[in-house]
């Protein structure tokens, strides 16, 4: 059986729908589990109950400062060690992402899976399409980001959940390996011309001060790491490409630019969505 932690999230979500649609036995883990799930809790070690499980899918619990994410996956590794889980499937970051603020956690997770003894499997993921497309502004009917010129290989969620499960469905082929999965590079000047509208670039420390005084819900490790996404972005850090998803998936990869506009288009003023609801640049 594969185990898929992060089971309420995004990618672990749509991890296990796609297992399950391969009619391959899985299970999902949470803090806060649904029908057909374990409680699997982090924080909690007594409940890191990995029985069972041949196959486990570590979904990054990045929500939090680096050291507490770290303990995590230590804690959990240590319990599969104990459980005799057969194989670690980690959801790890771009290579080319090694500068970003959250990249230590990931790199640390790394090592710790090399250093389990246990076969592993890590998939440096890209920056999700959806992500990209959230962090656009709109200011005056234009789009703004603090990217400039700089382009993302983007990649869609979907895409990231589809590798995932055909790694974890037949690990042995990927024993020892680190897959890239990196998608298409995209701008939000392209995302801005798809909707028709401008693209205005602020400065980096302009987008410092938005997030530090204009966003009061970000958790105190937040500013850093989207201003070190910006930058990254912006200086051309993360437009690198590989064929790795597309491999693991066995088709082209979804158009990440397509999911970005439709990400962005849908927080944009009421004015513009009616505007693009009547046909404009559709």
Not at 24 to 43: C, I, K, N, Q
Not at 81 to 93: F, K, M, P
Not at 137 to 150: L, Y
Not at 212 to 236: D, N, V, Y
């Amino acid at each position: 059986m594969i185990l898929v932690t992060g089971a309420n999230g995004n990618l672990g979500s749509a991890t296990l729908a796609a297992l399950r649609a391969r009619g391959v036995a899985a299970t999902g883990g949470s803090r806060t589990p649904g029908e057909g799930t374990r409680r699997l809790d982090f924080d909690d070690h007594g409940s890191l109950d990995l029985a069972g499980a041949s196959t486990l899918v570590l979904v990054s619990a990045g929500y939090a400062e680096d050291d507490r994410v770290v303990a995590r996956h230590a804690a959990v590794l240590e319990a599969a060690v104990r459980d005799g889980v057969g194989h670690v499937v980690y959801t790890s970051l771009t290579t080319a992402g090694d500068h970003l603020g959250f990249a230590p956690a990931h790199r640390a997770t790394e090592r710790l899976v090399r250093a389990s003894g246990l076969p592993w499997t890590i998939l440096r993921n890209g920056l999700y399409a959806e992500l990209f497309g959230g962090l656009l502004a709109w200011a005056d009917g234009a789009v703004v980001s603090p990217f400039g010129e700089g382009a993302l290989a983007a990649v869609v969620r979907e895409d990231l959940a589809e590798a995932a499960a055909t790694v974890a469905a037949d690990p042995t082929g990927h024993d020892g390996r680190v897959h890239d999965l990196v998608g298409r590079p995209i701008t939000a000047g392209q995302v801005a011309d798809r909707l028709g509208v401008p693209h205005r670039t602020i400065g980096l420390g302009e987008y410092r001060r938005r997030l530090l005084e204009e966003t009061p819900s970000l958790l105190p490790f937040q500013p850093p790491m989207l201003a070190s996404i910006a930058t990254g972005i912006r200086h051309g850090f993360l437009a690198g490409t590989s064929t790795d998803l597309a491999d693991l998936l066995g088709r082209p990869p979804r158009d990440p630019l397509a999911t970005a506009v439709a990400v962005a288009a849908a927080t944009r003023p009421a004015v513009l969505a009616q505007a693009v609801g009547q046909g404009h640049h559709q």
